[in-house]
């Protein structure tokens, strides 16, 4: 194994504040690409760039970022551009020489019928097709994003509880650590996907919610249309077989989330 420095995109969100720390208890040296410049610390280093800014300046940027790197962890995503951003990255990292590109995809990329998933499929693409050694994990919904959610249905005086509809949360932490340890090994293409422990409707997330705060809301049966709504009853963003399971529930998650 080398001691160049790995490359972590998005390393300043969600997931990758849980990363780069773990990357660091390994004694890896760490470069964030990050849209703000950010002074260097306890290891890790920033090089600003924007993956879906200019065009020029962002290939100057990434080809700043890729110098002497080795494994790429591509983190960053947002509701749309994905696919755009990935593409941009595959081609500097061929131009790098990346000997192992690591992607964080979602569970149904190839089926749930939303522009959002559709980008993640494209990324996906991009990096099976790059010819780079590479790694994908597509994992479920975080805790987080289950939490964002509720959170802002539980403050209507009708809370909608979509029917069919099913999430399979995740820690994040515990799909950090399995995106560590798979940019850590041998790049394996496309591995099992990482769901949590437990399928839960939405409706029981929300109560859930509720319950663990002492407040109770009125819930309104609503059913989600079209080829989104059959994707969603069909459970295509779940993996009910084949997939690896985190242990920490939701329940877990929210007494936590809720003490602090």
Do not use: C
């Not at 390393?11 to 990050?34: D, E, I, N």
């Not at 002497?68 to 995503?77: E, F, N, P, R």
């Not at 991009?126 to 964002?148: E, I, K």
């Not at 609503?222 to 084949?242: C, D, I």
């Amino acid at each position: 194994m080398t001691n160049n420095p790995v490359l972590v995109t998005g390393g300043t969100g969600t997931l990758g504040r849980q990363v780069v720390p773990l990357l660091r208890a390994a004694s890896r040296p760490v470069r964030v690409l990050s849209r703000r410049e950010r002074a260097a610390q306890d290891g890790v280093a920033y090089v600003r760039g924007d993956l879906l800014g200019d065009p020029a300046e962002a290939d100057a940027r990434l080809d700043e970022a890729l110098a002497g790197v080795d494994t790429v962890l591509h983190l960053a995503g947002g509701p749309k551009g994905d696919d755009e951003a990935t593409r941009r990255l595959v081609a500097a990292a061929r131009r790098a020489g990346v000997r192992h590109l690591v992607y964080i995809s979602v569970i149904g990329a190839d089926k749930v019928p939303l522009g959002y998933f559709r980008a993640k499929l494209g990324a996906e693409e991009a990096v099976a097709g790059s010819g780079l050694p590479y790694t994908v994990l597509r994992a479920a919904q975080f805790h987080d994003l289950a939490f964002s959610v509720v959170e802002k249905m539980a403050k209507l005086p009708l809370v909608p509880a979509p029917g069919g509809v099913r999430w399979q949360p995740v820690d994040v932490r515990e799909v950090a650590a399995r995106l560590v340890e798979l940019a850590l090994d041998a790049p394996a293409g496309a591995v099992p996907d990482l769901a949590g422990p437990r399928v839960y409707g939405m409706g029981e997330l929300t109560r859930g919610y509720l319950a663990a705060q002492g407040r109770s809301r009125k819930q309104l049966p609503v059913r989600v249309p079209g080829k989104v709504g059959r994707a969603y009853r069909a459970g295509a963003n779940l993996t009910l077989a084949g997939a690896e399971h985190g242990r920490r529930t939701w329940e877990e998650f929210l007494t936590e989330r809720l003490a602090a």
